[in-house]
C-alpha cells in the first residue's frame, strides 16, 4: 500500500515538474500587450498541473490510510497516464513513454494486488 502511495506521489511531482518545464520553454510570439500567448498557455497549464498534482496528494494519502474512496480517481488517473503516454512509443519519444506508462502500470497492478484490495475495501476502516 504504501509503495503505490509513494508511486502516486512520484507522478504528482513529475506532472508539476512537467508542467514547470513547459513554462521554462514556452517561447510564443509577443502580443502588443508584452505578454506572449505561449506564456499563457505555460502558465495555465502549470496551475492545472498543480491542481491536479494537489488531488493526487490526496489520493495517494488517502490510499495511505486505506480509505476507500481514494482508489477510484487514483485508478482514472492511470487510465488517462497510459493513454497520454502510449502514443509516445510510436512517435520517437520511447523514454517519455516509458516514463509516462511504467508507473501508471506499476500503480494499476499495485490496486489490485490482494493486500491493497482489503485495506481498501469496503468494509475497512481507515487507520
Same mark, same amino acid.
Given at each position: 500500500m504504501t509503495l503505490v502511495a509513494l508511486l502516486v +506521489?512520484?507522478?504528482?511531482?513529475? &506532472?508539476?515538474?512537467?508542467?514547470?518545464?513547459? #513554462? &521554462?520553454?514556452? /517561447?510564443? /510570439?509577443? @502580443?502588443?500587450? *508584452?505578454?506572449? /500567448?505561449?506564456? &499563457?498557455?505555460? +502558465?495555465?497549464?502549470? $496551475? =492545472? @498541473?498543480? #491542481? =491536479? @498534482?494537489?488531488?493526487l496528494g490526496l489520493c495517494a494519502w488517502g490510499l495511505h490510510q486505506g480509505a476507500t474512496w481514494a482508489r477510484s480517481p487514483v485508478l482514472v488517473w492511470q487510465v488517462l497516464q497510459l493513454a497520454a503516454g502510449l502514443p509516445a512509443?510510436? *512517435?520517437?519519444? @520511447?523514454?517519455? *513513454? $516509458? &516514463?509516462?506508462?511504467?508507473?501508471? +502500470?506499476?500503480? #494499476?497492478v499495485g490496486l489490485f494486488l490482494p493486500p491493497v484490495v482489503a485495506e481498501t475495501g469496503r468494509g475497512s476502516v481507515p487507520r
Open positions: +506521489v512520484a507522478e504528482a511531482v513529475l &506532472l508539476v515538474a512537467g508542467a514547470v518545464s513547459a #513554462l &521554462l520553454l514556452s /517561447d510564443g /510570439d509577443a @502580443a502588443p500587450s *508584452g505578454v506572449r /500567448d505561449a506564456d &499563457l498557455v505555460a +502558465v495555465g497549464l502549470v $496551475a =492545472f @498541473a498543480a #491542481l =491536479f @498534482a494537489a488531488g512509443f510510436g *512517435g520517437g519519444a @520511447a523514454w517519455l *513513454g $516509458a &516514463l509516462v506508462a511504467v508507473p501508471a +502500470v506499476l500503480v #494499476l
